[in-house]
């Protein structure tokens, strides 16, 4: 009869037993221990406050400086006429020796033609002074914008600068058509041109 080995009859049961006795052991555990509870504490960090602000749309500034006014011509009073000059001493002998005068002003009567030799009064220039400007003592300078011909008469006078409401106008265009001159001279043609007198109303 072999021998039969006693643990190899009580290992089921043996099993059996050391299961039920952990299995018992933990739950008793967790009965009688309590849970492990994880706690993290927190540093207190002082609250920051975001404080919205409206912040004004920028616009952009244009600093670029205004382009320059461009100049405009200012008429002067003064004109290349002696101060003590009178209507006895205003004569154009010597016309002929000043430059010839710049292109007037465009407009539908008046033309510019070149000319070599300007045209030279005949006689000197008297126009009569008005008695309202005497007795008010008004002087001044007239300019006048004159068409002689290739005859030397004058055909067309107009006002370039003048004193209006006095008279004084009307007299000097009126002693310039009475006045004749040598024509102006194109290449030793006369031609007909328009040219600038002044006429310097002074009393004595």
Known sequence: MD???PLKIKYPIVIRITGLIGVT??????LLFPRFLNSKEFEEVNQVIIENIDIPQTQQM?????????????PSDDEDIADDLTLDELDFDDFSNMDAPPPPPSGP???????????????????????IAQEAGIEGVVIVQAFIDDKGRVKDTLILKGVPNTGLDEAAM??????????????????GVWISIPVNFRLK
């Open 109 to 131: 009567r008046v033309t510019f033609i070149p000319y070599d030799d300007p045209p030279v009064a005949m006689s000197p220039i008297r126009p009569v002074y008005p008695e």
């Open 62 to 74: 244009d600093n670029t400086p205004p382009p320059s006014r461009p100049s405009i011509p200012v």
């Open 174 to 191: 009126e002693a310039i058509r009475n006045t004749r001159f040598k024509p102006a001279k194109q290449r030793e043609r006369a031609v």
């Open 25 to 30: 052991l933990v739950i008793m555990n967790f």
């Open 3 to 5: 021998h039969v080995n």
